[in-house]
């Protein structure tokens, strides 16, 4: 039997059960990947109550291709109040999702969304990130792929007000991106919020690292009062060439930048080879009560 995918509200404490008022959240097609991507994307409708924004990377448009599709729903009643569709056809518009604050200064929240499959001519597959207004769901940034097959805005995020211009800046990653170090290094870039230009960017330090897999902005864990960012890698396979030495696998990681100045705060290392270590990056707030 094959059925929908389906999204319900909860309240945090996850005691009480469903949210009275807000009915199970339910994808439109089948296998259309609904809830793929899912992010409070903050209060868009101007009802003091953030929405929530859902990804449907194989849905269809209103022609019948499959273009991928983000839905976004009261967070008062579940009802639909945006409703955003990819503009190539199989691009998985909707593969990851990140409220990224007031971009344009009218007062409500954007939102960015990836498009790894993005082509802007026939399979070429360079990819593409958005950010919509909140408001009314005009375009206000757009930026594309460097590489064909780099899948460019496979993960997306927040990256703070990174440039210290008090708008808040994006971040996209690549993490089949080549680099200096190889094939599939991986690299992630971070953009203006105010005027859409690339202010820095991060590549993989080895062939085959795919930095970005995961990215995150987790504000301030360095003491600097400014956001940092996480980025995490794929497991690498090393060696096994003719003449060269036995193959090795280098586990997966996850890289802390310093927000503003991009200088590496920490490292954190996976304690097994492809335990799958940084597959899911989040903030935490202050868990222990250190400040």
Known sequence: MVVKRVVQFGLLSGLAGVLSGCPPLIGEDFFDGFGLAIEDVGDLNGDLIHELACGAP??????????????????????????????????????????????????????????????????????????????????????????????????????????????????????????????????????????????????????????????????DLDGDDVGDLLMSTAPVDTGGGEGAAPKAIVPSRVYVYTGGTGLLHATLFAEAVRDNFGIALAAMGDVDGDG
Do not use: C
């Open 58 to 219: 194989d849905g269809m448009g209103e022609d019948g291709v499959i273009y991928g599709e983000v839905r976004v729903y009261s967070g008062i009643s579940g009802g639909r109040v945006r409703n955003w569709v990819g503009t190539s056809p199989h691009s998985r518009f909707g593969s990851a999702i990140a409220g990224v604050g007031d971009m344009n200064g009218d007062g409500f929240g954007d939102v960015l969304v990836g498009a790894p499959r993005h082509s802007v001519t026939d399979f070429q597959m360079r990819g593409r990130a958005v950010v919509h207004s909140g408001i009314d769901g005009s375009i206000l940034h757009e930026w594309f792929g460097e590489s064909i097959g780099s899948e460019f805005g496979l993960g997306v995020a927040s990256a703070g007000d990174y440039d210290g211009d008090e708008v808040p800046d994006a971040m996209v990653a690549a993490w089949q991106q080549p680099g200096l170090w190889g094939a599939m290094a991986g690299k992630v870039y971070i953009y203006s919020g105010a005027d859409g230009t690339e202010l820095a960017n991060f590549e993989g330090s080895a062939e085959g690292e795919r930095l970005g897999a995961r990215v995150a902005y987790v504000g």
